[in-house]
């Protein structure tokens, strides 16, 4: 392992983080992103950019000038033991991954390394997080014969001071007995292998803050998967947020500000939902001291009052059944309205349509000569797969809520069904000894029911029923 000179950061203590309004939650962002020739991207210049230091590609001549860059914290270079000694130099690591892709069957196609960036707990020390992200990168990338080249970057300047990261370059090639890089181990691009190193960076991370003595929370799954009723935020590329630190408003800055406003507003709702059910099982406990210290009345034949008492229960648990029904409605309105802003699927299904017809327009051979016809059928292409990730990420979120009103539909249905048993179950004297003054059900501000169930009147409007 090589540690190199690195810029000194700024350190903030707990007092700073308590003014700037901040909270002790570990945050979770784990996106892997592959660096190929195909879009236009030279390993040399990543590494150089990432560790901010001078790299000379000695294949193009082109000399990448970092060194001045501040924010890198250390860097350094993990391989496995045995390794020849060039794979710890930065400049001949990376000159030598650009050679080896030379001898590939589609050099201007190759892929030259795998970038992972990864946000680090701010509640470890810079020392605890070094060691957090080594730990893991000999288990899941080192042992594997990747080499690991490991840049740590301090919060930016007017942004996040929680957003401490580390930028992972990986070889796509292991080393052969030879020293030299092998040919690329295609079992490292599959999906399965990164969803298995996300919940294994949770895992890690979540033992380190333990260790530190803070809660280990970390959770890799998406909101969907946990069934929790919020918006996700997108990660802000340096472009956007140096935008947004100028005061200039991005796409993604709107996106994010929209998602985290409604997400207040449900973090909100869910409160005063909770203040409800709060009050509701006090006067619930009130009541049942009232009865405790009430005289027992005579005893007498209650199977009419049990009668009542069972026409009132069926029409509560109506009106309940009927009111979740609505709020459940209003609630899937509001998320749809929201979700509809938010990945803006009418807005791609037109710029799609435009597309088309720009292509047609494109469709020449002036356009052919020109490559306008192969640009139009490209960003037609990214149009689509924009569309269907959209389309995707709507459908989940509605089928996640979906699920989630299912199961409080479910949950009611059981706790009414377990009224009713227990009403059954009571001995009928143990009715009649309650109260004497008994009122028949009735919806609040409403008078109690005066007529049958089952008679000729036409049911009130009770508003739109949810479609399960």
């Known amino acids: 392992m090589r540690f190199e000179a690195v810029h000194a950061p700024k350190f903030f203590n707990r007092y700073e983080y308590i003014k700037a309004g901040r909270t002790s939650v570990a945050i979770y962002h784990y996106s892997v992103k592959i660096i190929s020739r195909a879009k ?16 000379l590609d000695s294949r193009t001549g082109e000399h990448h000038r970092y060194a001045k860059r501040g924010g890198i914290i250390q860097s350094d270079i993990l391989a496995l033991p045995g390794s020849p000694e060039w794979v710890y130099d930065r400049t001949k690591l990376w000159n030598e991954a650009e050679h080896r892709a030379d001898r590939t069957t589609r050099p201007d196609h190759a892929q030259l390394a795998r970038e992972v960036e990864i946000s680090l707990p701010h509640e470890l020390s810079h020392e605890h997080r070094v060691e957090l992200v080594q730990e893991f990168v000999r288990d899941r990338y080192v042992a594997k014969g990747m080499v690991a080249d490991l840049s ?11 957003n401490h990261h580390v930028h992972i370059l990986l070889t796509m090639r292991p080393l052969n007995d030879n020293g030299e890089f092998a040919n690329a181990n295609r079992d490292w691009n599959h999906k399965n292998v990164l969803m298995q190193d996300r919940a294994a960076w949770a895992e890690y991370m979540n033992r380190a803050l333990e260790r530190a003595g803070h809660r280990g929370d970390a ?5 969907v998967d946990r069934q929790i009723d919020r918006l996700p935020t997108k990660h802000l590329g340096p472009d956007a947020s140096n935008m947004e630190r100028k005061g200039i408003e991005t796409r993604i800055g709107d996106e994010n500000r929209e998602a985290t406003a409604w997400n207040k507003e449900l973090l909100e709702l869910q409160e005063k939902h909770d203040v409800i059910i709060l009050e509701i099982e006090r006067e619930k406990r009130r009541l049942a001291k009232e ?27 109506l009106d309940e059944r009927r ?6 409605a209003l609630r899937r309105s509001l998320l749809s309205g929201t979700i509809d802003r938010y990945y803006d699927v009418k807005r791609l299904q037109e710029e799609l349509v ?13 356009g052919r000569l020109s490559g306008r016809e192969q640009e139009r059928k490209d960003h037609i292409k990214a149009l689509g797969l924009n569309l269907r990730d959209a389309e ?10 979906d699920q989630k ?5 479910r949950a009611l249905g059981q706790r009414q069904q377990q009224e009713t048993e227990l009403l059954r179950r009571t001995p009928p004297l143990e009715h009649a000894a309650e109260s004497e003054d008994f009122r028949e059900y009735a919806p609040e501000g409403q008078a109690p029911y005066s007529r049958a169930v089952n008679d000729n009147e036409p049911d009130p409007d009770y508003g739109p029923s949810y479609d399960r």
């Open 405 to 409: 009103a299912t199961a409080e539909l």
């Open 323 to 328: 009111s979740l029904e609505e709020d459940i």
């Open 40 to 55: 236009g991207r030279s390993v040399t210049a990543a590494a150089a950019y990432r560790a901010g230091v001078d790299i």
């Open 219 to 223: 959770d890799h799954r998406s909101f």
């Open 354 to 366: 435009q597309a088309r017809k720009d292509l047609k327009k494109a469709q020449t051979p002036m």
């Open 152 to 162: 740590f970057h301090a919060p930016g300047k007017g942004g996040d001071v929680r």
């Open 291 to 317: 009865r405790k210290g009430q005289k027992p009345a005579p005893v007498q034949d209650a199977t009419p009052l049990l009668a009542q008492r069972q026409t009132a229960l069926d029409l509560r648990h």
């Open 392 to 401: 995707r990420r709507r459908a989940e979120q509605l089928q996640g809520f």
